[in-house]
């Protein structure tokens, strides 16, 4: 799990908004943006190109 400080830092690189934990703790939420980014062994991926879009589920 990531750190509540570092989680509390980290921001959506598209609009710059808080994000959160999705429902099963394995990815990063934006909820502006409708974004979800992995999370890979503890480290959160922050890339736009590695998001995954919850408009196409």
């Known amino acids: 799990m990531i750190d ?4 509390d830092i980290l921001a959506c690189p598209k609009c710059k908004k808080s ?5 099963d ?8 943006c409708q974004l979800e980014y ?3 062994d503890d480290i959160p991926v922050m ?3 590695e998001a995954k879009s919850l ?3």
């Open 19 to 23: 994000v959160q934990y999705n429902n």
């Open 55 to 57: 408009a196409d589920s």
């Open 4 to 7: 509540q400080a570092l989680l």
């Open 47 to 49: 890339l736009i190109d």
């Open 38 to 40: 992995p999370i890979r």
């Open 25 to 32: 703790k394995t990815a990063l939420l934006c909820e502006a």
